[in-house]
DNA sequence: AGGTCGTTTCAATAGTTCAATAAATATTGT
DNA sequence: ACAATATTTATTGAACTATTGAAACGACCT
């Protein structure tokens, strides 16, 4: 995946109308939506709605079927398998064993070495 | 998950050098690394870098540690698995089987028949 | 053809973000 | 305390994003 993808993406899902958007289209799975339903769900005006399908159509994340005088949408999830294995490509060097204690590091508390922190000055 | 956590975790990584930086950080799993480091990796001018380091630490997708004068940033793995599963949230309205067929269904070209759709409403 | 419905585009406004500079802060070693 | 290094903060202006109503477009039905 390149770059762009992937900052459009997010970029795309940055937008609180957006996300709802998408996650109301991934549990419609493959049935999707026509954009009256969509609009009438979230309570979001046709010109607004229309704007934020457009940017995430634009992004993949969704896509558009023409169906008479509706356009159906629906969420694409291999997209986002696609970009969570982009972020998650090479995790920890390749050695997965590690990943796991990252829960205990992230707020890293004892992380550094206890002598060094006891050296060093306090905020005077 | 919060919609405006989510939210604000997609805009931190809607931007290329945030991005990269938090790649850059997954691949170093726990020893993280420390800003200079990711300046000089990256290529980022030490104003810019810390303005995009505060927002990715403000939208809890990074850690910050200080060591000595050095701060050492690491990824925040859990919240990222956590966001997946805000996603998927009772994705195919909790029918897993559906999810497999999404490869054929997103790309829609044949998948509506004409004559279906002639004949179809669109809240079927 | 004419009327209606679903959806998109346009134009204007208001608000927000980004990157670069320069200055300030915090920590270390002398 | 002083100088040097690492990092953050503040400021600026240009560029971008979100929202809305009105108008336009395309498809359906009679």
Redesign the pocket.
Known sequence: MEKITATTIF?SL?????LDVYRLLVKKGAEGM????I?SSLD????????????LTHAGLIT?C??????RYRANLPLMMELIGYLTEACCNGNPAQCGDFSSQTLCPQSIDTQSVMN??P??
Chains 1, 2 share one sequence.
């Open positions: 970029e940055s937008s609180g109308v957006r026509v954009a009256g339903e609009g979001v005006p046709p010109a607004n709605l229309s704007f934020h399908l457009k940017t558009v023409q169906e008479g005088r509706f356009q060093s000055k905020t005077a």
